[in-house]
T-cell receptor
Framework: GQNIDQPTEMTATEGAIVQINCTYQTSGFNGLFWYQQHAGEAPTFLSY????GLEEKGRFSSFLSRSKGYSYLLLKELQMKDSASYLCAVNSNSGNTPLVFGKGTRLSVIA | DGGITQSPKYLFRKEGQNVTLSCEQNLNHDAMYWYRQDPGQGLRLIYYSQIVNDFQKGDIAEGYSVSREKKESFPLTVTSAQKNPTAFYLC??????????????FGPGTRLTVL
């Protein structure tokens, strides 16, 4: 089967760093995505990893270890607007096939 | 501007009625998807279509139907057979070369409430 696990909720302080973990067990692997979703809105793309290692994009970084079936999203210099759900999704096939989504991690940033 | 539109944003339906949710994209994407999102459940796949005039069931297709007569359009009908239709519905599209990145772009969503 396909399974993606991530924590349900996290809380962090404004200005701090937070790491959101994601572990996956899928029938195949062709890339891992992180999306951000504010309440009542559409998910928006944050990052993509297909090879092992760290991808950095401004305040956001994402890491992948394919051998461990593990990824994390790192958010630095947290701002109040970062309060949102963060979705981990795996592309288990090549081509235009559906992504397998985790249930999302709801992050609350507090002052 | 290129993008995905869904209408309406809020929809109310009486129990026992069918209702159709619209999804249109002008990104020239081949594939389109419908997801349902409930609190604490993440995104669950209802139907997807990789090409015009073809579509496949997802994990929770029962009580739903779709059509793909045009590349730009992928409407979803929620039928009276769907026992718990109140949810947030998201449409997405993607284009991916074989073996390439399959980023999905999402519409703004339709919140359906059954009264």
């Amino acid at each position: 089967g396909q399974n993606i696990d991530q924590p349900t909720e996290m809380t962090a302080t404004e200005g701090a760093i937070v790491q959101i973990n994601c572990t996956y067990q899928t029938s195949g692997f062709n890339g891992l995505f992180w999306y951000q979703q504010h309440a009542g809105e559409a998910p928006t793309f944050l990052s993509y990893n297909v090879l092992d290692g760290l991808e950095e994009k401004g305040r956001f970084s994402s890491f992948l270890s394919r051998s461990k079936g593990y990824s994390y999203l790192l958010l630095k210099e947290l701002q109040m607007k970062d309060s949102a759900s963060y979705l981990c999704a795996v592309n288990s096939n090549s081509g235009n096939t559906p992504l397998v989504f985790g249930k999302g991690t709801r992050l609350s940033v507090i002052a | 501007d290129g993008g995905i539109t869904q209408s309406p944003k809020y929809l109310f339906r009486k129990e026992g009625q069918n209702v159709t949710l619209s999804c249109e994209q002008n990104l020239n994407h081949d594939a389109m998807y419908w997801y349902r999102q409930d609190p604490g459940q993440g995104l669950r796949l209802i139907y997807y279509s990789q090409i015009v005039n073809d579509f496949q069931k997802g994990d929770i297709a029962e009580g739903y139907s779709v059509s793909r007569e045009k590349k730009e359009s992928f409407p979803l009908t929620v039928t009276s057979a769907q026992k718990n239709p109140t949810a947030f519905y998201l449409c997405a599209s993607s284009i991916a070369a074989r073996g390439g990145k399959n980023e999905q772009f999402f519409g703004p969503g339709t919140r359906l409430t059954v009264l």
